[in-house]
């Protein structure tokens, strides 16, 4: 079976310290919804990528569980330290406490799963990928909790019909929302479409990038599958070493729609107060999208902006509200 790798990405900027909450997460208004979603909390997000810095200091007690499915560290499956630093900038965008220094991810108190299926030269065997899919899907917390988010920032150019096979068992048989980059290959025109698996499969939430000032990222591929953007260009998250770096790719916006999925989650279900579809979370997030005035094949849906349904509903609220009454008057004739 062929080989995955890490879609390729920039290294802007290595930080030794920072302490700000980062424009990516206040792009897509992540925290307007902290303290209605208790910032995603019990909701779990597999990562499935390079591993994790499990002890860095804006991510420990996030991490509720891990397996490593490599040949890094002799096989060692209880070893999903990153030797990389692509998969803690991704989990760290996902749920970064806020702890009043470093940085904040989206659902700062949403748990993580990391799952190692790609070495420190980031590449990997695609059965290892599969393996971690189906290992996500069936996978059980100490005190039951399940997976509710996929996040993969990672592709190759082929469809592989197994990978298809896993995924669609975990959307549509597990209820979990699997989000994908959507690669790195774009050409600026949206008549040449790129196209990167598992990102251009119909089941999985495809994601572009823009910069924060609104613009398509020159690299992020256009294709007919995109379902939405977030950011993508100089984002700053959690490194090796306890350090922060600022990466820019569709890695980076692929993580910003994971964990604004687990806020979603949080705040659907406890207005329906009941456990929500896969398709209906779906549903919510699209809701929560604006259009840039791209094609639909270069932004899908639209930006993620996570308070827009607030203020549709707030802007509907006043239009409709009735005038107070007056008491009727009367006439003689």
């Known amino acids: 079976m062929s080989e995955v790798s890490l879609i390729p990405y920039r290294t802007e900027e290595v930080l030794e310290t920072t302490s700000e909450v980062p424009k990516g997460i206040e792009m897509i208004e992540a925290p307007a919804l902290w303290e209605r979603t208790e910032q995603g909390k019990g909701n779990v997000i597999a990562v499935i990528d390079t591993g994790c810095q499990t002890d860095h200091p804006d991510l420990k007690g996030r991490i509720i569980g891990g397996k490593n499915f490599t040949t890094d560290y002799d096989g060692d499956e209880t070893n999903f330290s990153d030797n990389n630093g692509h998969g803690t900038h991704v989990s760290g965008t996902v749920a970064a406490i806020e702890n009043g220094s470093g940085v904040v991810g989206a659902a700062p108190q949403a748990n993580l799963l990391i799952l190692k299926v790609l070495t420190g030269e980031g590449s990997g065997k695609m059965q290892w990928i599969i393996d971690a899919i189906e290992y996500a899907a069936n996978w059980t917390g100490p005190n039951g909790e399940k997976v509710r988010v996929m996040s993969m920032s990672l592709g190759g150019p082929k469809d592989i019909p197994e990978l298809h096979t896993v995924i669609k068992d975990a959307v549509l048989k597990h209820d979990i929302s699997v989000v994908c980059a959507a690669g790195n290959s774009g050409d600026g025109r949206g008549d040449t479409p790129e196209y990167g698996y598992p990102g251009a499969y119909n089941e999985v939430i495809q994601v572009g990038a823009v910069d924060f000032e609104r613009n398509l990222a020159e690299f992020t591929n256009t294709n007919n599958e995109i379902d ?55 549903s919510q997030l699209v809701k929560r999208t604006v259009s840039l005035g791209h094609s639909k094949v270069a932004e899908g849906n639209g930006l993620l902006s996570l308070a827009l349904q607030d203020k549709l509903d707030s802007l509907f609220s006043t239009h409709n509200r009735k005038p107070a009454r007056s008491a009727p008057s009367y006439s003689t004739k």
Not at 228 to 242: D, K
Not at 248 to 270: C, W
Request: charged content about 20%; proline content about 4%; aromatic content about 8%.
């Open 228 to 282: 939405l953007v977030a950011p993508g260009v100089e984002i700053l998250s959690t490194y090796l070493e306890g350090k922060y770096a600022k990466l820019s790719g569709t890695s980076m916006a692929t993580p910003h729609v994971s964990g604004a999925l687990a806020l979603i989650i949080s705040l659907a279900e406890e207005q329906f107060q009941r456990r929500m579809t896969e398709a209906e979370i779906f």
